[in-house]
């Protein structure tokens, strides 16, 4: 049974920095495309960023390119999302996600093509 469990979030100052973990289990991330997305209330859900654990396969949103970066730690088979320089629009419910590698460059911003989502985990910036 596949697991992604989401933590780290928090309410934080605008400025500030936040890193989010998504643990699996059920699954080795490597072998995966991993994607961040958020939805902040009242929009809908939006990529954050993604990669295919393939040299040059990390992509960012405009919005948050320069300030995020998404890593991963085979060891504890977890995702990360650094976020640095947050800005009060960054408020959402962010949400860890899986899918087949070779549908990411497709699909990698489409929250429908990923088979695998956390729960969430809630990221407030206060101005």
């Known amino acids: 049974q596949v697991q992604l469990v989401e933590s780290g979030g928090g309410l934080v100052q605008a400025g500030s920095s936040l890193k989010l973990s998504c643990a699996a289990s059920?699954?080795?991330?490597?072998?995966?495309?991993m994607a961040w997305f958020r939805q902040a209330a009242g929009k809908e859900r939006e990529f954050v960023a993604g990669?295919?654990?393939?040299?040059?396969?990390?992509l960012y949103a405009d919005s948050v390119k320069g300030r995020f970066t998404i890593s991963g730690d085979d060891a504890k088979n977890t995702v990360y999302l650094q976020m640095n320089s947050l800005k009060p629009e960054d408020k959402a419910i962010y949400y860890c996600?899986?899918?087949?590698?070779?549908?990411?460059?497709?699909?990698?911003?489409?929250?429908?093509?990923?088979?695998?989502w956390g729960q969430g985990t809630q990221v407030t910036v206060s101005s």
């Open positions: 059920g699954l080795t991330f490597r072998r995966y495309a």
């Open positions: 996600a899986a899918e087949a590698p070779e549908d990411f460059w497709f699909n990698y911003n489409r929250p429908g093509q990923y088979d695998y």
């Open positions: 990669d295919r654990w393939t040299g040059g396969s990390t």
